[in-house]
T-cell receptor, first 114, second 112 residues
Framework: NAGVTQTPKFQVLKTGQSMTLQCAQD?????MYWYRQDPGMGLRLIYY???????DKGEVPNGYNVSRLNKREFSLRLESAAPSQTSVYFC?????????????FGDGTRLSIL | SQKIEQNSEALNIQEGKTATLTCNYT??????LQWYRQDPGRGPVFLLL?????KEKRKERLKVTFDTTLKQSLFHITASQPADSATYLC???????????FGTGTRLTVIP
């Protein structure tokens, strides 16, 4: 019962470095999401993929790119990391992209940009 | 713009009492509202969903209400236990989108 798996769990980068965060789900869900969580800000949606082959911007997409590699995998890329991107990143999935479907979350990637 | 407020960042209650957490939203009318639990170092876990035409939803010791006139949802945990200590997030559906809009959460501590 893996659910949503995120790698790596922790990462430290220097400003300007690039990195890809990986996410995979084994629940055959159609929709996947990337959020960031900062103290006092709550979870904010970066990008989402309503179905395989589609991606859309969320609330805070600047500085990020995503790839829906297949139905199982959805990656988040930081091309040139900035200290403002220090955060905890969560990947989630749901059966469909609707407000009445619960989302299933991974345990996050803790990313520090120095 | 859409806004969500969850009452006080932290709430402490005695074991056995009922915990009540509040979620207020402004400037929109979500058709659905979800509640999640998040433990330190873990991702959120779905608890309950309530629809705009439902006044109340129950699951074991949990109860959620949804008042579309007051633009408020209340989340109750009855007979609270130390294991209920966690941060609870409310997540109304975003207007004009199928995505959720998460509140900042209320950290609940149940004192033995």
């Amino acid at each position: 019962n893996a659910g949503v798996t995120q790698t790596p769990k922790f990462q430290v980068l220097k400003t300007g470095q690039s990195m890809t965060l990986q996410c995979a789900q084994d629940m055959n869900h159609n929709s996947m999401y990337w959020y960031r969580q900062d103290p006092g800000m709550g979870l904010r949606l970066i990008y989402y993929s309503a179905s395989e082959g589609t991606t859309d911007k969320g609330e805070v997409p600047n500085g990020y790119n995503v790839s829906r590699l297949n139905k199982r995998e959805f990656s988040l890329r930081l091309e040139s990391a900035a200290p403002s991107q220090t955060s905890v990143y969560f990947c989630a999935s749901s059966e469909e992209n609707t407000g009445h479907q619960p989302q299933h979350f991974g345990d996050g990637t803790r990313l520090s940009i120095l | 713009s859409q806004k969500i407020e969850q009452n006080s960042e932290a709430l402490n209650i005695q074991e056995g009492k009922t915990a009540t957490l509040t979620c207020n939203y402004t400037n929109y009318s979500p058709a659905y509202l979800q509640w999640y639990r998040q433990d330190p170092g873990r991702g959120p876990v779905f608890l309950l969903l309530i629809r705009e035409n439902e006044k109340e939803k129950r699951k074991e010791r949990l109860k959620v209400t949804f008042d579309t006139t007051l633009k408020q949802s209340l989340f109750h945990i009855t007979a609270s236990q130390p294991a209920d200590s966690a941060t609870y997030l409310c997540a109304p559906e975003q207007t004009g989108a199928n995505n959720l809009f998460f509140g900042t959460g209320t950290r609940l501590t149940v004192i033995p």
